[in-house]
């Protein structure tokens, strides 16, 4: 070998090590200082006003989650949003309305000039506390409690829509169910079938009972997952659906394309919403949402308006198929 490149891959090694030596000593500083810590660096906020960040008190829920019974209470009413027609006079069905994102969709599509029908598993309360905010919001609520991975439902939640409001134009499933596992042994059948049967029967129960009944201009806007795009350790089984709903969206978006009606998929990372702690242990919970960029959970306020953008055909006329991550920013460690 020529003793010219070795040299040079000498020179340059030594010009690594001394790069390298630098950043060693400003680690050092920065440490011995107690600046090497991210967690020494708060939530960030740059929202309309101030969202809590964690630890939150230790708290655990039973399955489907009491949104009343959190704390803190999400926010989920967005008082700085001014509505401004861009649903005017439409009519929206969404599922797992009674509490958290779907609560706050709920909100801002009433806002927006829509009615909405609330449909939900058993929390009965949440339920009635999300059909007065939509009813404060000058527009007409109907509740409907039922199982969406029961086609029937689907079936009789698309007529009553119809019954209620003449027309149904905007869909979103959002209905979930998660439950998390420790070791992939402790999966079992009937675990996974019941999140495969809400997360995936219950979006194409909806979607199929809908459709027929939409018009050109309408809007199908489904609930996915930052788990569906990055998977996640613990939820194989809700990671698995997450994914099946954005392939879902992709392909029926390109199906409905040409028959007006557009369909596409909103992300989520971690929300504040009761679907967590129903989940999670309370040290779990405690710390929700620190290891994002952002350092703390989404409330579902900050979420909502992603689904107002992919429903009105005001703005999002020329979007089909997309998925939008609302994750909380992407890690570069």
């Not at 999670?280 to 710390?287: F, V």
Request: one cysteine or more.
């Amino acid at each position: 070998m020529d003793d010219r490149f070795k040299a040079r891959a000498e020179d340059v090694a030594d010009h690594e090590r001394a790069i390298q030596r630098d950043i060693d000593r400003t680690d050092a500083r920065q440490d011995d200082a107690g600046q090497g810590d991210d967690k020494e660096i708060g939530a960030v906020q740059a929202g309309a006003r101030r969202y809590p960040e964690p630890p939150f008190p230790k708290q655990h829920q039973v399955k489907p989650g009491d949104e009343s019974a959190l704390d803190p209470a999400p926010m989920y009413d967005a008082p700085f949003w001014k509505g401004s027609g861009k649903l005017e006079g439409f009519a929206a069905l969404i599922t797992g309305a009674d509490s958290g994102i779907g609560r706050a969709v709920a909100v801002l599509f009433a806002r927006e000039g829509c009615d909405v029908v609330v449909c939900h598993l058993d929390e009965d309360d949440d339920a009635e506390t999300t059909k007065a905010a939509v009813e404060a919001e000058g527009r007409r609520a109907v509740v409907l409690k039922g199982d969406v991975s029961d086609p029937a439902f689907a079936e009789t939640a698309v007529k009553a829509t119809l019954d209620a409001f003449g027309r149904l134009d905007v869909l979103v499933p959002n209905a979930a169910f998660q439950e998390h596992v420790n070791a992939f042994e402790d999966l079992t059948h009937e675990h996974f079938d019941r999140t495969l049967k809400t997360n995936l029967y219950g979006y194409f129960n909806m979607t199929k009972a809908a459709v027929p009944h939409m018009k050109a201009g309408g809007a199908i806007v489904m609930t996915g997952s930052v788990t569906g795009l990055q998977g996640n350790k613990d939820l194989l089984d809700y990671s698995l659906t997450k994914g099946g709903i954005h392939a879902y969206a992709r392909s029926l978006g390109t199906h409905l394309a040409p028959r007006g009606i557009r369909v596409n998929v909103v992300a989520p990372g971690p929300v504040w919403t009761p679907l967590n702690p129903a989940d999670k242990d309370e040290d779990k919970t405690s710390t929700f949402g620190a290891d994002t960029v952002m350092k703390r959970p989404a409330q579902p306020e900050e979420i909502a308006p992603a689904y107002v953008f992919l429903a009105s055909p005001q703005m999002s006329s020329f979007i089909t198929g997309e998925i939008l991550p609302i994750i909380g920013g992407y890690s570069g460690g």
